[in-house]
């Protein structure tokens, strides 16, 4: 059974990912901002949603190709999910953004751009944090989005304190599919069930930071695999006894 080790930072990890990613005494330009406004929150990898419920959530779109075929597989499925946007991508595919919250799933912001935060300035964090929060909020018919996603899940503290400033739950993962390698279907469906649990966030990737005009498909960008293995594993999950939530759903918002 595959057993990769490339799952995000925990809740010391996050602050490790803020503070220690350069050498010792040498804090990157976004750990310098200033305190926050208020509480800084915590990123979360896991869901509060009862027993046997687990999250699936897609970075990097939308994808105007292979955003609609995921959407396509969980609406076989009766799957509710959460999509965790770039701010670039959501301006060239509007439809595709409307298309995703129409369909009942959450929209997230993934930064404008996808770069290291740590290499940002404070004010650089918030503009790519900013800018994909009014692109999202134009387009998607349900407002600004509550939740982000740091890139890599490196969530600095200047983005942390963005969260707090505007509203938005740092969101993690708990198991990471690695399907933006392209290692095979059957490889990201052993991850994927071998690892399910209450509770589990799952990450998968159904787009591709580009800056062509035309869409991109292959290499990289291709995810193929992703949709194939969706539709493979989802119904030994559903048979399994899980259903499907995403981090906006707390039933217990305390935890």
Not at 95 to 117: D, F, K, M, Y
Not at 219 to 224: C, K, S, V
Request: hydrophobic residues 40%; glycine residues 10%.
């Amino acid at each position: 059974m595959i057993r990769h080790q490339n799952t995000p930072p925990g809740r010391r990890g996050v602050i490790a990912a803020g503070l220690s990613l350069l050498s010792p005494g040498t804090p990157s330009r976004a750990d310098a901002a200033t305190g926050p406004t208020g509480p800084v929150p915590v990123p979360e990898r896991l869901v509060q949603d009862g027993e046997r419920a687990l999250a699936l959530t897609f970075d990097d779109g939308p994808s105007p190709i292979y955003t609609p075929q995921v959407l396509a597989v969980l609406r076989r499925y009766g799957v509710t999910a959460t999509f965790f946007m770039l701010g670039v991508n959501a301006a060239k595919y509007p439809w595709v953004v409307r298309q995703v919250a129409e369909e009942g799933h959450v929209l997230g912001n993934h930064t404008w751009s996808h770069p290291a935060l740590r290499t940002l300035t404070a004010a650089q964090v918030r503009d790519e944090i900013e800018r994909t929060n009014d692109v999202l909020a134009r387009t998607g018919p349900g407002g600004p989005p509550t939740l982000f996603r740091a890139p890599g899940g490196r969530f600095v503290p200047a983005a942390l304190h963005v969260c707090a400033d505007l509203g938005l739950r740092p969101i993690s993962w708990s198991i990471d599919s690695a399907d933006w390698t392209n290692p095979g279907v059957d490889r990201i469906c052993d991850t994927v069930l071998s690892r399910a649990a209450t509770g589990s966030i799952v990450l998968h990737h159904d787009g591709f930071l580009s800056h062509s005009a035309v869409p991109e498909h292959q290499g990289l960008a291709d995810r193929t695999q992703t949709v194939a293995a969706l539709r493979a594993y989802l119904p030994h999950l559903i048979d399994g006894g899980y259903r499907f939530t995403t981090p906006a759903r707390r039933t217990d918002p305390s935890v």
